[in-house]
């Protein structure tokens, strides 16, 4: 595993990417690529089936390495499998998955599966596991200790989880211990939702001492599972504003303003200092402001925010622990590289040009 203090000072960039389309990637100018491992562990829909054996994520990791990329498995199986969460809403289908013994006991065998071909189709190249995004959050907002959220761990039956907690810690707690044992050059990505305290510091506008304090709750709760994640990840939203506005008629509450970046820079900054670990954005949406809001070209601010020629927001956010902006909407519809008037790849090639050493 690579060690925080290790990771680059430069900000990676890198875009939500399906099989064979890391060339794609790679003429974007990004270095990463990101794609789910989703369907459920137990319905016969899970990623483990979309090749024979698992081998999709051999696949798809051998093509990243062959691209010189590094992959970014998004591991979200626990709300799309069956178990007593059904007919629950989002967060409590959720928690009541991971506290169904014969669920989980399903689902230890897909996350090692995942991760020994992960780790086997590496060549030693990075491969990060992200584990779970929401669920975390979930968990928080239940109980601020994850000790007290059950969940099944030594419960469900497997071996090699005997003497952990049944709680949400014990689950985070075995994740690592698979992880070790199966696959140890994987990394896992802690998924760090900045609402589950139930206070969103850029939809609800807290002060930026709020702020602190809000970063300071999440950051105990993260030291509570008693165990060490590789880096942090964080969704700054998933979707483009002007989607939200068009499609959700959100009033245009969710277009970002300069004190919305700033509450957020400031939450990571003290979520990183509080853990120690490096943080990926992830699901960044790829809208821009010269879009015409409809179908797959929504506007957003993020793009010319976070690549724009003024850099000071880049910088903030390198300083607050970032070290890799992830682009992808994470609904249907939602602008892409492909249909944002060509302006990710022009910011992303003059970012990595003026990255490039000079002679």
Do not use: C
């Amino acid at each position: 595993m690579i060690a925080a203090a290790a990771l680059t000072a430069t900000l990676a960039l890198g875009l939500s990417s399906q099989p064979e389309t890391a060339a794609h990637v790679k003429a974007s100018h990004a270095t990463w690529r990101y794609q789910y491992l989703a369907g459920g562990v137990n319905t016969g829909n899970g990623w483990s089936g979309w090749n024979p054996d698992g081998t999709f994520v051999s696949k798809y990791v051998k093509e990243s390495r062959t691209h010189q990329l590094t992959t970014v498995l998004t591991y979200y199986q626990l709300l799309q499998s069956n178990g007593d969460g059904d007919g629950r809403g989002e967060a409590e289908k959720d928690l009541a998955n991971l506290n169904d013994a014969s669920l989980m006991k399903d689902y230890y065998a897909d996350l090692s599966l995942a991760l020994k071909r992960a780790g086997d189709a590496s060549g030693g190249r990075r491969v990060i596991l992200h584990v779970e995004p929401d669920l975390w959050g979930y968990v928080e907002q239940r109980d601020a200790d994850p000790a007290k959220v059950p969940a099944a761990v030594a419960s469900s039956g497997d071996p090699r989880l005997a003497g952990l907690p049944d709680t949400a810690a014990g689950f985070a707690q075995a994740l690592i211990r698979i992880r070790d044992a199966v696959a140890p050059g994987v990394e896992l990505g802690y998924h760090m939702s900045t609402w589950g305290t139930g206070v969103d510091p850029v939809q609800q506008n807290p002060s930026l001492a709020a702020v602190d304090k809000l970063a300071t709750r999440s950051a105990e709760f993260y030291k509570g599972l008693g165990t060490r994640f590789d880096l942090v990840f964080s969704d700054p939203s998933d979707r483009d504003d002007g989607f939200d506005l068009k499609v959700n008629g959100d009033g245009g509450r969710s277009k970002w303003t300069t004190g919305d970046y700033r509450r957020d820079a400031r939450w990571l900054s003290v979520m990183h200092r509080a853990t120690g670990l490096s943080i990926a954005m992830w699901q960044i949406p790829l809208g821009n402001t010269k879009l015409p809001n409809r179908r797959g070209r929504y506007r957003d601010t993020h793009v010319e925010r976070l690549l724009g020629a003024d850099p000071r927001w880049r910088h903030a956010y390198r300083d607050a622990g970032v070290v890799a902006f992830l682009f992808g909407g994470g609904a249907d519809g939602t602008t892409t590289e492909r249909t944002d008037g060509g302006l990710f790849r022009k910011l992303a090639a003059r970012y990595a040009h003026a990255r490039l050493p000079t002679k």
